[in-house]
């Protein structure tokens, strides 16, 4: 089954994006694109994956339940391979909008959702700039490493807010600015001597994904908090968790073991017009 195609309100021509693009951008999506492909073998794995919903926390269901229950329409910025939007209108979603810059990972996407029976579906766009009309969404769904390839943060909330209808909802769950600065140790946390919590950016590491020598933009909650409550929307709910969204090969690092942040989700809701 698939569900309403969305309706572009701008060009989503590939060079005309590529034009628009920054250089530290430029490179980033390569990167991406160039991670997506390494990507490919696991596909069938993925799909599996996917079919299971699994990818969706139950701590987001929680806090999704009464939005997912009035069967929203959802616009997932930076949507990657997917698999979150699959576990979404399984979860209740009429439809799932996924916008994301890879055009490898669009059609890795696509076709997943298209196997599935999904109505999801995908639109090659770089965020901020996303080609769907204002107050499109009734949920924007992001985050799971969204923030961190955003150079302004300003730019970014206002986009979000620009998607949400009047009474709709931002849903973030993210990477905690804070567990970029653990190393990975076994025996006991420590904080890496390359990092800081106020740091402006850092390059991926190789042994990370995307890795490719992608830039990755350092936002400390403080500053994601303002950007979103200063482009208009009201926080409604803000979560801080030990277990990191993603452990990258299965690792057990000692930091992720319960008594530092490494997640966090935030609800945030756009007010009515008064
Ligand atoms: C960590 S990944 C995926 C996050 C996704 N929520 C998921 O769980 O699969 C981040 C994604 O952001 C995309 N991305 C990064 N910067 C972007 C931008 N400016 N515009 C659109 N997509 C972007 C990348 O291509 C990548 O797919």
């Given at each position: ?89 399984q979860a209740g979603a009429r439809q799932v909008i996924g916008i994301d810059y890879s055009g490898t990972a669009v059609r890795i ?166």
């Open positions: 089954m698939r569900g309403l195609a969305p309706k572009l309100v701008a060009s989503t021509s590939p060079i005309r994006q590529i034009l628009r693009m920054d250089e530290t951008t430029l490179a980033n999506r390569l990167a991406w694109d160039t991670a997506y492909e390494a990507q490919l073998p696991a596909y069938n794995e993925m799909l599996a994956e996917g079919a299971t919903g699994a990818t969706l926390f139950a701590s987001e269901r929680v806090l999704l339940t009464d939005i997912l229950t009035t069967r929203p329409t959802v616009v997932h910025p930076q949507s990657g391979n997917g698999q979150d939007d699959i576990a979404l209108i996407a696509q076709r997943r959702a298209n196997e599935l029976g999904a109505a999801c579906h995908y639109v090659i766009a770089t965020v901020p700039g996303v080609p769907l009309s204002d107050g499109c969404a009734d949920l924007v769904y992001t985050g799971k490493g969204a923030l961190i390839w955003m150079p302004d943060i300003d730019a970014w909330a206002t986009e979000m807010v620009r998607l949400v209808r009047p009474g709709g909802h931002l849903f973030l769950h993210e990477g905690h600015p804070a567990t970029e600065l653990w190393t990975w140790d076994l025996d006991k946390p420590r904080v890496r001597p390359d990092r800081s919590y106020f740091g402006r950016s850092f390059v991926c590491d190789d042994n990370s994904f995307p890795a490719n020598g992608a830039v990755m933009w350092q936002w400390t909650l403080g500053q994601a908090v303002t950007a979103i409550v200063r482009a208009g929307f009201a926080i409604k709910c803000l979560e801080e968790y030990a277990e990191p969204f993603w452990r990258m090969g299965g690792i057990d690092a000692a930091a992720f073991q319960g008594r530092l942040p490494n997640s966090f989700a935030l609800l945030a809701s756009r007010p009515n017009a008064a």
